[in-house]
Every structure is written in C-alpha cells, then in structure tokens.
C-alpha cells in the first residue's frame, strides 16, 4: 500500500474481513432491527458523516459480498441457538418442572408438566363459540324458529315415517 492508497482501486475487501466490517456485522446481526444501520456503521467505527453511505454499501451483495455472507452466516448461527424445536421445547420445560420441583414450587411445576403435555399433543383444547342463545329470543321468536325447523324438515321427517310404515 502505498501512500495510504489500496491497491484495490474499488476500495472493495473481495477476500477478507476487515475489523470495522466484523463489528458492523456483529452490530447489524445482533441488535436485530433495533438499531439502525446507520448506527450499527457507527458503533463499529465508521464516522458519522459517512456512516448512512457504509451502512448501505456494506450490506450490498455487489458492493461488499464478504461482508453480506458473513451477515447471512451470523443470522443463520444465531437463528440455529434459538430455533425452536420439539425436543429442545419439552426438556426446556422439564428443566423449569425439575426446579421448580427443587425450590418447592409444586404449582409451577404441574404448569410446566401441563405445558410439556400440551406441547406433545397430549391436551385437546376445545373451543366453543355461540353466536346466539335460546335466552335471548322471547317466547313467540321460539315458536316461530320452531315452526321454521318443522317445515324445512317435514319431507324427511314424513318420509322416514312412510319407510316405518311399510316395514
């Protein structure tokens, strides 16, 4: 290098990280959407005149596809710790049963062993939804709604009685 000035006249690193690069990754990946990108750039120390430009540059994948591959790897590492599976979700609530166990907390224990059932599928939650009651409707709104079910069921109700009639 000389006179301060890269070779690269792109002012690309195609190869290697730098250290400025790593730690707005780190910051970009880490802080997950609540900061910026701009302030990602510069808590890893690019200036704050240029910072919105790096920021922008540094997560283009023709710009600085290094630096975008290692964005994508960090995601993909952080999102591998903190997936969610089955296994991982039922000895993580064996874990919290077993100390609550410990400590003496038998109610959030059972929680925790209610959870671990649900989560297997042992549970069926059933959910009913009315969206009317016989309590509301009067007397004559009953007889009516009856008068209705009998009428729109008559033919089949007659025709059952034909078949009993004939056997």
Known sequence: MKNG??????????????DKQIRFAREYVYNDGSKTQTE?????G???SSAHVRASELTNPRRFPVVVRYIQELEHELNAKYEVTFARHVRKLADIRDEAMKKGHLTAAVSAEVQRGKAAGLYVE???????????????EIKQKIDGLLADYKPLLESEEAVFEEA
């Open 5 to 18: 000035k890269s070779n690269n006249p792109s002012g690309q690193n195609t190869k290697h990280l730098t």
């Open 40 to 44: 990602c750039a510069i808590n890893a």
């Open 46 to 48: 690019y200036s704050k």
């Open 126 to 140: 059933r959910k009913e939804i009315r969206t009317g009651t016989l309590e509301s409707l009067s007397e004559k």
